[in-house]
């Protein structure tokens, strides 16, 4: 098993902050990165102690990132599998 999962950061995050994009790929090891003309933005697939454990040959599931602008921290909240955020314990 692996700690593995799937993000989406927005362009204008990335352009427009990077102190907090630094902060939210810290720990990580980015496996893939997929630009989303149609989100504009970047999804990537990474591993690292922030995400849940998955079996092998699973599917990695999709998180979002939460960036306090108050005091840095960075949390990743796991979706339901009916695709609803931020209902899983926040992990980071």
């Known amino acids: 098993m692996r700690c593995m999962g799937r993000f989406f950061v927005g362009e204008k995050f990335l352009m427009n902050d990077q102190h907090g994009a630094a902060r939210i790929f810290q720990g990580m090891v980015v496996l893939q990165a997929d630009h989303r003309y149609d989100r504009m933005g ?17 599917m990695a599931p999709l998180y979002d990132v939460v960036v ?18 931020g209902t ?5």
Do not use: C, H, K, W
Request: net charge negative; hydrophobic share 30%.
């Open 42 to 58: 970047t999804e990537y697939l990474a591993t690292g102690e922030m995400f849940d454990e998955i079996p092998e040959g699973e």
């Open 68 to 85: 306090d602008e108050a005091d840095g921290s960075v949390q990743f909240l796991r979706e339901r599998e009916d695709g609803q955020a």
């Open 88 to 92: 899983n314990a926040p992990r980071g």
